[in-house]
């Protein structure tokens, strides 16, 4: 039982890390997010070192900056009419972005853009009805990217840089559906991960065929979090599990995939029309191993999730009103990677549909600011998680959920 405990805790870490409370939050630039996030194929700002850092070659000014935040509100209704279960969770997020860029000849452009891609939580009532595989979640995550891009010519550029990730994570979950101490409270463990670093990369490519038609592509490696003083904390552990859930350390190895982004943008009169299309390489995921490091008669266990390489469609357009004001919608179409019958709570998310739109007034002495509104909805789903080992069997735990995620957000950007 400890064992599938703590490996579906860490599962939880990671499967949380990518979609942070069922969804992912692509808010890393107010302009773009307009369009639908997209921007592979744009350039736009200094928000181009995080979509195509190629692309900040080819801002006409020195030095650029950009920084921005968004409040996200996330809605998740469960149902099970058969037992007649119900419950729902609404949490709350901040995710931000910094960026600056110095053109340093007209062929070199450096940056570095910080920004946090994962920083939400899911917070269901302590002990209901999947409890056993989630009571709580907080996780939080920055991104350091310095970049570097170059200009071959006026056709063709590249660029990129290495990415540091520091993060860390709580979660907490009963250890079982039924298990209380002698007084009936439920037995359940905090999970701790706190200082988890992370090493990758990102190349992209521009191309210009003329002054009205881009090309654009984007690589993100994958990132392994590797977890090495993760901790786990029991409590109201009845007497006779006390020599068994005892507080300890744990290590992990936690993969988090590769995306491939490209995409083109056509720009005529005032008008800006772009496409992109991301393939994030799940299919990496397909277990997670753990290292009971203070529990040797556990060991280590290999928990399946069997994720699948997902795909998101991305549209978006932008009217330049005047020489201030710039007016921008988008919308995009986002896959699941989570496989029949690994649906789980932690991370209620299925095909999705995102609708956004804003502006940008951008003030004579160079100063930008930029609003964005955005809807996520996720299509309905009767799904259910499978694979939660008790008593030698494996039980299944679903229902019905219902999802959407609302946003808005600001930002200042600032060129000379």
Known sequence: MIRKLLSLSLVTLVSYSAFAGGYRVAMQGNKQLAMGHTGVAVVGGAETM???PAASVYLEDRFN???GASVL?????????TYGWENKTRNTGTPFYAYGSYKATDWLTVGLAVYSPYGSAVDWDQDWQG??????????AIYFQPTIAVKVSKHFSFGGGPVFVNGGVTFNRNVSRSMTDEQGNRTDVTVEAKGVTAWGWTAGYMVNVDDHLRFGLNYRSKVIMKANDGKAH?????A??????KDGKIKAQMPLPAELTVGASYEWDKWLFAFDYNRTFWKLYDSLVIDFVDNPAVGKSVNARNYKDSSTYRLGVQYKATEQLSLRAGWYFDETPVQEGYFAPETPRNDSRAYTGGLTYKFKNGIGVDLVFSYLHFSD?????????????????????????????????YSF
């Open 240 to 245: 006779f599990g006390q020599s068994l859930f």
């Open 234 to 238: 029991f409590h109201d552990v009845p």
């Open 73 to 81: 509100v996330a809605d998740t209704k469960f149902q099970n009419k």
């Open 131 to 140: 409890s056993h595989l989630v009571n709580n979640i907080d996780l939080k």
């Open 381 to 413: 789903t009767n799904s259910s998680y499978d694979y939660y080992m008790e008593d030698g069997q494996n039980v299944s735990f679903g229902g019905t959920y219902k999802s959407a995620v609302t946003s808005g957000g600001i930002g200042l950007s």
């Open 50 to 52: 995080f979509f195509n």
């Open 65 to 67: 900056f950009s920084a």
